[in-house]
């Protein structure tokens, strides 16, 4: 599957932003849909996962109660909303895509077969 994410930008803290990752090429419902980040000299974490059919998500402690992941498995994307946005939320954020569902490893990077390419969030103070 190949995926195509959006709706990065600068924005200022406190602000909500929607992030966008379209797939194609692949049976989207079948995948568990997972959002990463990367900022600056960070190594990649774990954002927050949303399973087949989008009844069940998981998230990092950092975003909890903040971000919320959502899924249109007719439109094959899935959704990112952000909001009160920090400046420590500042990076690239990646979509990636597993066709298989193993709940302890789904915050590892290597637990995905295909990425999207990234968008940029950056948050000012």
């Known amino acids: 599957v190949q995926l195509q994410a959006s709706g990065g930008g600068l924005v200022q803290a406190g602000d909500s932003l929607r992030l966008s990752c379209a797939a194609s090429?692949?049976?989207?419902?079948?995948?568990?849909m997972t959002w990463f980040r990367q900022a600056p000299g960070k190594e990649r974490e774990f954002v927050t996962s949303?399973?087949?059919?989008?009844?069940?998500?998981y998230y990092a402690d950092s975003v909890k109660g903040r971000f919320i992941a959502s899924r249109d498995n007719a439109q094959n994307t899935v959704y990112l909303q952000m909001n009160s946005l920090k400046p420590e939320d500042t990076a690239v954020y990646s979509c990636?895509?597993?066709?298989?569902?193993?709940?302890?490893?789904?915050?590892?990077?290597?637990?995905?077969?295909?990425w999207g390419q990234g968008t940029l969030v950056t948050v000012s103070s």
């Open positions: 090429g692949g049976t989207f419902r079948s995948y568990t």
């Open positions: 990636a895509a597993s066709a298989r569902v193993i709940l302890s490893a789904i915050t590892s990077p290597t637990h995905y077969d295909s």
């Open positions: 949303i399973f087949r059919n989008g009844g069940r998500t």
